[in-house]
């Protein structure tokens, strides 16, 4: 059976009305009750996938997809990254978003302690836990120092980017995630609603109309002591500040992101100048984080159609000016439902919130992995059903995957979509 999926939207010939017509036809599929009520099949050209230590393990075949007509699974890299205290966080965030299909890159800085770094180490690379065994989960060992408002942040993120290029080639989009990150639905959702989307599809808030922010992170010069030092001592800032850039147009937005591997390719492997042009010019802008990958993707014509103007998150800001996100509360829960995004940004540690979201929309125990269709235990109030699995190529959506099919809808809308563009 033909394969459906969305009309490739670089294609300026396309018509609005038809690409909006197609697009929600096509998504009407992800609500058919065989899928929600029986699972399904990725529809995979080969039945194996490459752990991080180069060996082939058998993920199981299956042609049930193919039956459905659905769409191949696609496979989602992560960096997860914390700081000093935060190595259960950080665990817990890995059980929450866990997957064997997707491959994960844990990141611990400088000033967290060695003792936090082994204990997650030792953690995913247990043989007695379903991580060990599925071998998709890497610990950084050499930690680098971390500034939040400075451009290690970004070399931090290009390297968990390039090991994962080199050590598990076969992912298809790659999600940065801190520790006061969560997730709002299983893995199984957000891979299912994910399958009908172009493979070079990248999330990236942004804009041109850089406000308030030309004066106060793109004409002042800062230099990251994290550069030079082995201890984190912030920023400094120089007397001198310098123009608006003649040969590129800026674009700010999100510090979160879920990036295409073919654009990071790009940006790691720069065949173009432009990648390399603009780091460093980044590396002495605050916050690069808000603006190195949004500039890259907008200044360039292979990538500016790529941008969705969403990065598929939940945050509430503070009072204007609104540079810092709010800790997000039980009061807040409804909300993230009602927004249809697959994470949301900050929850303080071990808010109750955090175990609403478990009980009620992730459909898990606290220290036990987010259940999915691969897994085929019977869930207890002490046994994690993920502990017997099945194929990790069968994926089981639930009714969740309906409020990020929704939100997709909503931005390929014409109205939301093309306008929005790097405009």
């Known amino acids: 059976m033909k394969r459906n999926h969305l009309p490739h939207y670089s294609d300026h010939k396309w018509p609005w009305p038809l690409l909006s017509l197609v697009a929600s036809a096509l998504f009407l599929l992800l609500i058919l009750t065989l899928t929600l009520s029986h699972g399904r099949y990725s529809d995979a050209s080969s039945s194996t996938a ?11 075949g299956g042609d049930g997809n193919a039956r459905l007509g659905l769409p191949k699974l ?3 890299a992560y960096m997860v990254s914390g700081s000093r205290g935060d190595g259960s966080r950080v665990r817990r965030i890995l059980q929450a978003v866990y997957h064997p299909r997707n491959y994960y890159l844990l990141h611990l800085d400088l000033e967290a302690s060695d003792d936090e770094r082994l204990e997650l180490a030792k953690f995913v690379k247990s043989e007695e836990s379903v991580i060990g065994e599925f071998g998709n989960v890497m610990v950084v060992g050499k930690a680098n120092l971390v500034t939040p408002k400075g451009p290690t942040m970004i070399a931090t993120t290009l390297h968990a980017v390039a090991i ?4 598990a080639a076969d992912w298809d989009w790659f999600i940065n995630l801190s520790a006061s990150d969560y997730p709002l639905m299983p893995q199984d959702d ?12 990248n999330f990236l808030e942004h804009t041109s109309n850089i ?12 230099i990251d002591s994290g550069l030079y030092h082995s201890k984190k001592s912030g920023i400094f800032w120089a007397k001198e500040r310098r123009s608006m850039p003649a040969s590129f147009k800026l674009f700010m937005g999100s510090a979160w992101v879920i990036l ?15 990648p390399r042009t603009l780091l460093m010019y980044y590396t002495n802008f605050l916050s690069s984080t808000e603006g190195y990958f949004h500039t890259v993707a907008c200044n360039h014509k292979d990538y500016q159609n790529t941008t969705m103007n969403h990065d598929l998150r939940y945050i509430r800001w503070d009072t204007p000016p609104k540079q810092h996100p709010i800790s997000l509360t039980v009061e807040h829960f409804d909300d993230m439902v009602l927004s249809g995004t697959p994470f949301a940004h900050g929850f303080a540690k071990d808010d109750p919130v955090l175990d609403k979201i478990d009980e009620k929309l992730l459909r898990r125990s606290r220290d036990h992995l987010t259940p999915g269709g691969w897994c085929v235990g019977k869930p207890g109030l002490h046994k994690d059903p993920c502990l017997v699995y099945g194929s990790p190529n069968f994926v089981k959506p639930t009714l969740n995957s309906r409020r990020l099919e929704k939100l997709i809808v909503k931005l390929l809308d014409p109205e939301n979509f093309r306008v929005k563009q790097c405009k």
């Open 50 to 60: 490459r752990d991080f230590y180069g060996v082939h393990r058998d993920f199981g």
């Open 74 to 76: 696609p496979r989602l």
């Open 164 to 167: 994962l290029l080199k050590k």
């Open 190 to 201: 957000i891979l299912h609603i994910f399958s009908y989307l172009p493979r070079d599809l």
């Open 211 to 222: 406000g308030w922010k030309e004066n106060h992170r793109a004409r002042p010069i800062i």
């Open 260 to 274: 295409s591997k073919p654009f990071l390719e790009f940006c790691v492997w720069g065949w173009d100048n432009l």
